[in-house]
């Protein structure tokens, strides 16, 4: 368990829909970072949150959008779906230190149909 | 702009034998990191090395080792004694310090397949 909570774990849902996902850090992990893995492919970088401010954009669309809370849980939201949106969403989080690794969470399954 | 390559898409290996899965970097910074993730079919992200820029030893975790070569920006993974349970996809991925935080970038990675 690498103490990253997402949900929720399966989401199935029609074209043109809108969705939310959500992300817990590890408790004191003040980076959140947001990844899209479609079938048998890597991990694209979405977006990052450092302590509720956004850190870094990747490749996100605009129909996508992202925040951290003062509790520093995150949520990504998906909007106007795509059959091409169905993927793995992977949230991660780190903290500023030495030698730390991304803890990835369970991720959150979506299939658009 | 830093990029990973790992130019082994899928690879396969005996039970019990070594396998080397290879992956180069490209970045002009000196201070940074790198690690192994293994996602087994659970889909789950899970660390299996990291490997200190500045540090000249190259890391081990049981099994698992790295070819570290600085200059040469290559961060090979060796794993000894392959088992069944390694059957997975391997994601090889840089990291550095940016304004405080940190930011990850992912090899595209190899599918390796242990066979009994």
């Known amino acids: 368990d690498s103490g990253v909570t997402q949900t929720p774990k399966h989401l199935i849902t029609a074209t043109g829909q809108r969705v939310t996902l959500r992300c817990s850090p590890r408790?004191?992990?003040?980076?959140v970072y947001w990844y899209q893995q479609s079938l048998d492919q890597g991990l694209q970088f979405l977006i990052q949150?450092?302590?509720?401010?956004?850190?870094a954009k990747g490749n996100i669309l605009e129909r996508f959008s992202a925040q951290q809370f003062p509790d520093l849980h995150s949520e990504l939201n998906l909007s106007s779906l795509e059959l091409g949106d169905s993927a793995l969403y992977f949230c991660?989080?780190?903290?500023?230190?030495?030698?730390?690794?991304?803890?990835f969470g369970q991720g959150t399954r979506l299939t658009v149909v | 702009a830093q990029t990973v390559t790992q130019s082994q898409p899928e690879m396969s290996v005996q039970e019990a034998e070594t396998v080397t899965l290879s992956c180069t970097y490209d970045?002009?910074?000196?201070?940074?990191?790198l690690f192994w993730y293994k996602q087994p079919p659970s889909r789950q992200m899970i660390l299996v090395i990291r490997?200190?820029?500045?540090?000249?030893q190259n890391a081990t975790e049981n099994r698992f080792s790295v070819n570290f070569q600085k200059a040469a920006k290559s961060f090979s993974l060796k794993i000894s004694d392959s088992q069944l349970g390694d059957t997975a996809m391997y994601f090889c991925a840089f990291m550095k310090r940016v304004s405080g935080t940190y930011k990850y970038i992912f090899g595209t990675g190899t599918r390796l397949k242990v066979l009994a």
């Open positions: 408790s004191g992990d003040l980076s």
């Open positions: 490997q200190e820029a500045y540090k000249q």
């Open positions: 949150y450092y302590n509720g401010e956004e850190r």
């Open positions: 991660a989080s780190s903290v500023t230190g030495e030698n730390t690794e991304a803890f």
């Open positions: 970045t002009s910074e000196s201070n940074y990191y």
